[in-house]
């Protein structure tokens, strides 16, 4: 399996304009988890979801986020409009909990520069 | 409020010395998980604990879970440059239904 796949990895945009992006996770794992991570704030988990459904969006900052697993096997993450901010590294990871154990892969990480 | 502590956040250590990273959770949990994190790089497992006084080793690092103190431990023996990472240490709380990591341990070892 090529583990989980994010795109892209860097992203550059201006302020106000839309991101998108993409998390295809490991086939067969029925978690998936979206997170941000900043100097500031460290790791945060965003939203995750059970079997494409969203189960927990707590941690997502504002309105103008938004999240949406189609099927099982790709994820999405908009931010609209961008702000400065919103500059972080964003992690795709997914699990399939067996037993009770959940161990997570993370993908690669989309870098978000918002100018 | 499930909340995920370490210490140290960060770790200057010279080669060959031993250090432990603390983890510290507020929820009854019997599942914790450890990750490195490589500068510029994403997270890798390195340990899943399951039960009350587990302990794993791998190398010169060794994990261990005591769920009625709350409370994991990294042991790093005899330190190497190649250790030098940032450790994570995740709750698995069934109360909760989620994963939740702790604030990180940023390791330098120093030749």
């Known amino acids: 399996d090529a583990g989980v796949i994010q795109s892209p990895r860097h992203e550059v945009t201006e302020m106000g304009q839309e991101v998108t992006l993409r998390c295809k996770p490991i086939?067969?794992?029925?978690?998936l988890f979206w997170y941000r991570q900043t100097m500031m704030r460290g790791l945060e988990l965003l939203i995750y979801f059970n079997n494409n459904v969203p189960i927990d969006d707590s941690g997502m900052p504002e309105d103008r986020f938004s999240a949406k697993m189609p099927n099982a096997s790709f994820s999405t993450l908009k931010i609209q409009p961008s702000e400065p901010r919103d500059s972080a590294v964003y992690f795709c990871?997914?699990?399939?909990?067996?037993?009770?154990?959940?161990?997570?892969?993370f993908g690669p990480g989309t870098r978000l520069t918002v100018l | 409020e499930l909340k995920v502590e370490q210490n140290p956040l960060f770790l200057s250590m010279q080669e060959g010395k031993n250090y432990t990273i603390y983890c510290n959770y507020s929820t009854t949990s019997d599942r914790l998980y450890w990750y490195r994190q490589d500068p510029g790089k994403s997270l890798e497992s390195l340990f899943v604990l399951l039960s009350n006084g587990a302990v794993k080793q791998e190398g010169r690092l060794m994990a261990s879970l005591d769920t009625k103190a709350r409370l994991s431990t990294l042991h790093i023996t005899a330190a190497v440059h190649d250790l030098s990472a940032t450790y994570f240490c995740?709750?698995?709380?069934?109360?909760?239904?989620?994963?939740?990591f702790g604030p990180g341990t940023s390791l330098s070892v120093i030749p």
């Open positions: 086939s067969g794992h029925d978690y």
């Open positions: 995740a709750v698995d709380s069934t109360s909760y239904d989620k994963v939740i």
């Open positions: 990871a997914s699990s399939q909990r067996l037993a009770g154990v959940s161990k997570a892969f």
